[in-house]
């Protein structure tokens, strides 16, 4: 089975402070994928990676990096942590470049910005 | 932008009894996906169907694609309270397959 694990479940932060949400795939997957889900607007694709230190930015890409060092491991950054960023993010990776391919979810990490 | 729009947006039913749901989208597809998320977790696929692909079936899921209608229907059969969930359909746009477009869900409640 595909496992895709990310660092925390539930993240409480201050207004400002740098945040890190790592995420690790162990199905040698070349895609990876960041999203935030709020009630009322769905899933938004933050960034994804194809490669390793390949990054292409998704919808709404302000206020987040990301950094992917090795294949497997795809970092979230928010590197000054604001309220509206307070939301579930879920990573997701994929085989390969195909769309159609399945995408695999961890289960999500639960930020709240104070 | 949401290409995906669910509808219903939420959906009460009984154990045993059928549960349908639908998903409109906005412009010509390769692919439809529908996945399931459980309550605070993250998502699982369910099933694709290709845009030349008119239904498809997964033990007690079909799945319909209407592309003149630009929709598409998930019905689970027989449901069971497990099937409590969040149901979402994502699409791929024709000439562009770099990103699925995810629709906002239909909440489904199997009550025992």
């Known amino acids: 089975d595909v496992k895709v694990t990310q660092s925390s479940r539930y993240l409480v932060k201050r207004t400002g402070e740098k945040v890190f949400l790592e995420c690790v795939q162990d199905m040698d997957h070349e895609n990876m994928f960041w999203y935030r889900q709020d009630p009322g607007l769905g899933l938004r694709l933050i960034y994804f990676s194809y490669d390793v230190k390949m990054k292409e930015k998704g919808d709404i890409p302000e206020g987040y990096s990301v950094s992917r060092e090795k294949k497997e491991r795809f970092s979230l950054i928010l590197e000054s942590a604001s309220t509206n960023q307070t939301s579930m993010y879920l990573c997701?990776?994929?085989?390969?470049?195909?769309?159609?391919?399945?995408?695999?979810f961890g289960p999500g990490t639960r930020l709240l910005v104070l | 932008s949401q290409q995906g729009e669910e509808d219903p947006q939420a959906l009460s039913i009984q154990e045993g009894e059928n549960a349908t749901m639908n998903c409109s989208y906005k412009t010509s597809i390769n692919n439809l996906q529908w996945y399931r998320q459980n309550s605070g977790r993250g998502l699982v696929h369910l099933i694709l169907?290709?845009?030349n692909e008119r239904e498809k079936h997964s033990g007690r899921l079909r799945v319909t694609l209407d592309t003149s209608k630009k929709s598409s229907s998930l019905l689970i059969t027989a449901s069971r309270a497990a099937d409590t969930a969040s149901y979402f359909c994502a699409t791929d746009r024709a000439g562009n397959n770099r990103k699925l477009i995810w629709g906002l869900g239909t909440s489904l409640a199997v009550n025992p």
């Open positions: 997701a990776s994929r085989p390969g470049l195909a769309i159609q391919e399945t995408q695999y």
């Open positions: 169907i290709r845009s």
